[in-house]
């Protein structure tokens, strides 16, 4: 266990206060703070100044929301400066304590145990334009997933992507990934091919169906046979599996993450009113150092006269939701992940993040909003109380004067 204070009192230079008491496990446990990170204090009653400190860091998105939260802590309305230590940093979340501005200043120090000096502090980047970060690796398309199959798996994929092509119209969606492809309804996987060589293998899949005897029943391996026809017993899977998705939503018994997500997929409605239609996320990550590049797939995007639309959704913990939401928010602005070639795209994207939530959530993400330099870059979307089974028709924005209120006209 490092002695965290005898460390600070060697750098006096690195922090503008002096004289750390540490924020003992009792009270961080009554003020609700993660008890991964170690918290210091520091100050005086007109400025503030607070350290979180983790030793690994393994979630970022956690580390973010912690040092504001102790900082929130610290602050009650005075002036406040909070420095977050730890071994790394992405380039995102340096730029995400960026975004900390108002009453709450963030700063970044690198410390490294076995330097001398352990501690640095990190200076903000320079304002201005700056190259952006090439990260990711896109999705393959069927054109490259066939011409890897050998001829006759290729008139197989052909026949199974037929099928399915049918379904396109009851919510039936495919991402397409190297070794292997998924077909979703919503965010349920319903089917699965898997590349195996020069052919491939598929089955049904039925983690989303609660009824474990019946769902075993409906695993199911397809073929293609001899006529170039899918086997009955699969077909039939398939189809029992999204006739019991549809009644569960015909009922209401759906997660509300599921339900949300396959009409934001279907992106009909007020939906399209709002942010056009629905685009594909075509980034896969490189390596398993990416990995946000797959959390950023769990969100939306729409494309609509030539502006891109990006909506997340945020139906529990939004505290926590909100601070990956900023670090993800990031990634999109330091990456080229949303910013093409423009000789190549005419849609652009407005640096926005739609927040698509629920009202009981809403005082804690203005809270997160509260302590951002451009607050109006996330937008406050709140659901209908009765959403789940009315739809998403009166949907309300609380962030944008200009869409106080949305489509009491539409029909």
Request: hydrophobic share 40%; with cysteine.
């Amino acid at each position: 266990m490092n002695n965290w204070l005898k460390i600070w009192e060697q750098h006096p230079d690195v922090f503008i206060a002096q004289n750390w008491q540490e924020c003992p496990v009792e009270k961080r446990k009554d003020l609700r703070l993660p008890q991964q990170y170690n918290y210091f204090f520091g100050g005086e009653t007109a400025l503030r100044v607070g350290i979180v400190v983790s030793q690994t860091l393994l979630k970022e998105e956690e580390f973010l929301l912690a040092g504001m939260l102790w900082a929130n802590r610290l602050s009650n309305g005075a002036r406040t400066v909070i420095y977050f230590v730890a071994p790394d940093f992405s380039p995102f979340l340096l730029h995400a304590l960026s975004k900390i501005g108002g009453l709450i200043n963030a700063k970044a120090v690198y410390w490294r145990e076995r330097l001398s000096p352990s501690l640095y502090l990190i200076p903000e980047a320079p304002s201005g334009a700056q190259k952006r970060i090439s990260v990711g690796e896109r999705r393959p398309n069927w054109l490259k997933w066939r011409q890897e199959l050998n001829p006759v798996a290729q008139h197989q994929l052909f026949v199974v992507k037929s099928f399915f092509d049918k379904l396109a119209d009851r919510g039936v969606r495919c991402e397409l990934k190297p070794q292997s492809i998924s077909y979703m309804w919503g965010n349920i996987e319903i089917a699965e091919i898997k590349r195996k060589g020069k052919k491939f293998e598929f089955t049904t899949k039925v983690k989303g169906l609660k009824n474990g005897e019946k769902a075993q029943s409906l695993l199911r391996q397809g073929w293609v046979d001899a006529s170039g026809e899918l086997n009955n017993e699969f077909c039939a899977a398939i189809l029992q599996i999204l006739e019991d998705i549809e009644e569960k939503e015909r009922k209401g018994q759906l997660k509300p993450k599921d339900q949300l997500s396959s009409w934001l997929y279907q992106g009909s409605g007020v939906l399209s009113s709002l942010w056009g239609a629905p685009k594909d996320w075509p980034w896969l990550p490189k390596d398993r150092s990416e990995s946000w590049i797959a959390d950023l797939g769990q969100w939306h995007y729409f494309e609509g006269n030539g502006q891109i639309s990006v909506i997340c959704p945020i139906l529990d913990k939004p505290l926590t939701q909100a601070s990956q939401a900023i670090l993800l928010s990031s990634v999109l602005e330091k990456s080229t992940l949303l910013h093409p070639d423009k000789t190549k795209s005419n849609t652009s994207w407005d640096m926005r993040i739609h927040w698509l939530t629920l009202k009981d959530f809403e005082e804690e993400l203005r809270l997160w909003l509260s302590w951002l330099k451009y607050p109006e870059r996330y937008q406050v979307w709140i659901l209908p109380s009765n959403w789940q089974e009315e739809g998403l028709n009166e949907l309300v924005c609380r962030s944008s004067p200009y869409r106080e209120r949305i489509m009491d006209e539409y029909s």
